[in-house]
């Protein structure tokens, strides 16, 4: 035990003091702070009012003076009503008094209506409120010219309420984009941790540091501390640069934006201990694969040839997770949150959804408990073996051979 605290702390220094780890938390961290303070940096540019300026113009007065009502309605757009040509309206455009125009005119027995912009481009077209406000205008116009009483007037124009319903009795509930950044926040922090390990593991043995560790200590016991050293690093930067999300998302965004976008109202302390416990499963998964990799080569720049496998696994898994979000109540949502490469990105989504059931959670903790250990009885059994070899990296040939060597 005294020796594996040895190996964590000598690993938590080693990541601690390197430059590239302090340099990346520091950019991450603010870019985190400038990503939330975006919306405010638009404002301050484009100012207060930055709602785009419409102008609508009826020459052959059709509407009958009734498109002040558009002002009314909440169209996200600053209105103005006038008379202007089209050489007019060009001129006003350019000179930034408005932004966008509507002319209105008659053709024999139909309303013609251009919408005039600055520069056309493949997401051009009028806007679907400003046609249905128009639309509801000269309805209401025409409609009031026939003397129709309240009750054939509601009778015209019913308030039809539509509701979504589903036959399955599971169902999902909470913000699924705030669900969907959470997982991909695990992915990277589970992901990128884990590769350090095999970093770590490849660089000390060229720099023949394991030659020391090897003679003073036993190779499970490096394994271990080196995985749990790195884990408790990333766990901390993970911690810092959620809470910097948090505190600069409550700060810096207004309420409403914070509600709608990043409703947390489904974030509670049994959710962030059950993240916890799977961001440390899940590190712990794919760290005992980096750490398999990592000591089969003797070389930095085969790092990341050696690593293709466990990245095209830790890949697959999350897609499985992310894309099954899009229907959580399917039978491959509940596959992913139990299928170990998966289930540290997709549990934790459908605890937030309201889906899993505390046996679903039990069962799918056991599946990676039990994955870790083979995987690090395999890890330490290679590392073991391979961790002295200095020459060329060895093909996965000479790994089952090693294993199997007693």
């Keep these: 035990m005294k020796s594996t605290l040895t190996v964590i702390k000598f690993t938590i220094k080693e990541m601690v003091k390197r430059k590239s780890f302090l340099i990346s938390t520091l950019i991450i961290l603010l870019l985190i702070i400038i990503g939330f303070n975006v919306p405010n940096i638009l404002k301050t540019i484009q100012g207060e009012n930055n709602m785009e300026k419409l102008l609508i113009v009826d020459n052959d007065n059709i509407f ?6 558009l002002k009314q309605m909440n169209l996200e757009y600053e ?3 006038g008379k202007a040509t089209f050489d007019e309206i060009k001129i006003k455009i350019e000179n930034e008094e408005i932004t966008n125009a509507i002319i209105i005119d008659r053709q024999e027995n139909n309303i013609k209506i251009r919408y005039i912009v600055k520069n056309m481009t493949m997401m051009s077209g009028v806007p679907e409120n400003i046609i249905n406000a128009i639309n509801t205008v000269y309805s209401n116009m025409q409609i009031s010219k026939l003397g129709l009483t309240q009750q054939q007037l509601q009778s015209i124009t019913p308030n039809f309420e539509f509701t979504l ?5 599971e169902k999902a509930e909470g913000n699924i984009l705030a669900m969907m950044i959470m997982s991909i926040v695990l992915f990277y922090a589970i992901y990128f941790c884990a ?7 490849t660089t000390e043995k060229t720099s023949k540091i394991m030659e020391t560790l090897v003679t003073s200590t036993t190779p499970k016991t490096i394994v271990l501390g ?3 050293g790195i884990g408790i690093v990333g766990l901390l930067q993970m911690v810092l640069i959620v809470g910097t999300a948090l505190i600069s998302a409550k700060v810096f965004l207004e309420e409403e934006l914070l509600q709608s976008v990043l409703d947390m109202s489904n974030v509670t302390p049994y959710l962030a201990i059950i993240s916890i416990i799977y961001f440390i499963l899940g590190y712990f998964t794919y760290a005992l694969l980096y750490a398999l990799t990592g000591s089969t080569v003797s070389k930095p720049e085969d790092i990341q040839s050696a690593n293709g496998p466990v990245a095209i696994v830790a890949v697959i898994g999350f897609y499985l997770s992310y894309f099954t979000m899009m229907n959580p109540t399917s039978k491959i949502n509940l596959f992913a949150s139990l299928f170990p490469i998966s289930s540290p990105f997709c549990m934790p989504f459908r ?3 309201g889906l ?3 046996i679903d959670v039990a069962i799918s903790i056991a599946i990676l408990i039990v994955t870790i250990l ?20 060895m093909s996965i040939k000479d790994i089952i051979k090693i294993y199997k060597d007693k």
């Design 226 to 228: 080196k995985t749990i």
């Design 64 to 69: 009958e003076g009734n498109l002040e009502i």
């Design 351 to 353: 605890i937030m959804m």
């Design 374 to 393: 083979v995987i690090a009885k395999i890890a330490i059994k290679i590392y073991s073996n391979a961790i002295l070899n200095y020459g060329t990296k």
């Design 79 to 81: 209105i103005q009503i």
């Design 195 to 201: 590769y350090q390990v095999s970093s770590s593991i």
């Design 356 to 358: 899993a059931s505390e």
């Design 165 to 169: 319903e589903q036959t399955e009795e």
